[in-house]
C-alpha cells in the first residue's frame, strides 16, 4: 500500500521584507500564489527511513534526514511515538533551490502522505503546526491557493482570488541559497532604516478581481536587488521576458528563478518560447494560477 500527494510550486507577487529580528529572521509581508507546476510524493512502507527523487534535478536533491520531507515524516512519528519506516519517493518537477518552495513542498506532501499511511488523523491545525516547525514556506504549501504570510511568512491568511493567472518561470542554470540572499539584504540595508513590511491594497485587489494588469502593476520583491546582486545574469532573463511581452517580471522569492505575468494563455505560450530560445535560462515553463495545496491522490 502507498499514498502519493501532489504539491504546488509557489510565486510571491509580494515580498515586503523587514529588517533582520534577534532570532534571524525577518518578519514579511508575503503574498503567496500557488501555482500549477507540481511534485509528487509517495510515501510506502519499509524497513526503515529512506527517500529517493527522480526527475531532471534530482541529483541535487540530499536523501538524508536533513530533507525537508524526511524531516515531517520524522516529525509526525516522533510525535506519536511511532517509527519513521517508510520509502518517500519525490517526483519533482519544482526547480531545487529556485525560489519556488520545492523543499517546502516535500515537507507538506510527505506529512499529509504519512498522515494518511499512517492513520494518524491530525487535525488542520497541527498539520499547519508541524509545517511551521520545518520551514517558513512549508504551511503555504499544504493550504495552495492564495494567501498573506506574515511573521517569518509562516502565519497564514487566506486570500480570495476572482480569476486565473498565467505565469512563465524560468529556471535559472544553479541555484541560490536562501540564508544567502537574505544575507546580501542585510548587507544592502546596513545603515539604511528599513520600514515594517505591509501588504498592498492595491495588489490584494487585483488579486480578488482576477485583474493581470493591475498585479502586474502591483508586483514586488524586496529580495530581487539581493537576488540580482548574487546573479547578475538574471537582469539579462527579466530583460528578455520584458520584451517577450511579459506585463510583470520579477525574480520568484529568493530566486534565481524568474516569473512573468502573461495576459492570457496563449500570451505565456509565446513568452516561454521566447525566453527559451534566448540564451539567457536553462528551461521555461508555463504555469496557471491559482492552484490547490497538498492533494491526496
Ligand atoms: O524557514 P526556513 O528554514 O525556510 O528559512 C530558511 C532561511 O531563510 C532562514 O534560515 C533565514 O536565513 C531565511 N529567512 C529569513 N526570514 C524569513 C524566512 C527565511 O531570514 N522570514
Not at 114 to 142: H, M, N, Q, Y
Request: proline fraction near 6%.
Amino acid at each position: 500500500m502507498s499514498v502519493t500527494v501532489r504539491v504546488p510550486a509557489k510565486v510571491n507577487v509580494q515580498l515586503a521584507v523587514g529588517g533582520a529580528r534577534p532570532d534571524g529572521y525577518h518578519d514579511l509581508a508575503n503574498v503567496f500564489l500557488a501555482v500549477g507546476l507540481y511534485d509528487e510524493i509517495t510515501v510506502t512502507p519499509a524497513g526503515e527511513l529512506r527517500v529517493t527523487c527522480s526527475g531532471p534535478d534530482a541529483a541535487q536533491v540530499p536523501l538524508d534526514r536533513t530533507n525537508l520531507a524526511a524531516r515531517a515524516a520524522l516529525t509526525l512519528a516522533g510525535r506519536r511515538g511511532l517509527d519513521a519506516a517508510v520509502h518517500i519517493h519525490i517526483a519533482k518537477d519544482i526547480p531545487v533551490a529556485g525560489g519556488m518552495a520545492g523543499g517546502s513542498a516535500d515537507g507538506a506532501g510527505a506529512l499529509v502522505a504519512c498522515d494518511r499511511l499512517w492513520g494518524t488523523r491530525a487535525s488542520r491545525e497541527e498539520l499547519l503546526d508541524i509545517c511551521a516547525e520545518l520551514g517558513s514556506d512549508v504551511p503555504f504549501s499544504l493550504v495552495g491557493g492564495a494567501a498573506l504570510g506574515t511573521g517569518r511568512g509562516e502565519r497564514l491568511e487566506t486570500l480570495e482570488v476572482g480569476g486565473s493567472f498565467h505565469w512563465v518561470f524560468a529556471m535559472a542554470g544553479r541555484g541560490l541559497s536562501t540564508p544567502a540572499v537574505f544575507r546580501e539584504f542585510d548587507r544592502l540595508a546596513e545603515g539604511l532604516p528599513v520600514p515594517g513590511p505591509v501588504a498592498s491594497q492595491d495588489l490584494l485587489d487585483a488579486l480578488a478581481k482576477g485583474d493581470a494588469a493591475a498585479l502586474a502593476a502591483a508586483v514586488s520583491n524586496d529580495l530581487q536587488p539581493a537576488a540580482l546582486s548574487l546573479f547578475p545574469e538574471l537582469a539579462g532573463t527579466l530583460a528578455a521576458g520584458r520584451s517577450a511581452g511579459a506585463l510583470a517580471a520579477l525574480v520568484s522569492g529568493s530566486g534565481p528563478t524568474t516569473a512573468f505575468l502573461a495576459s492570457d494563455a496563449a500570451a505565456a505560450e509565446r513568452i516561454a518560447g521566447s525566453l527559451a530560445a534566448s540564451g539567457t535560462c536553462r528551461t521555461a515553463r508555463v504555469a496557471p494560477s491559482p492552484a490547490p495545496g497538498a492533494t491526496v491522490l
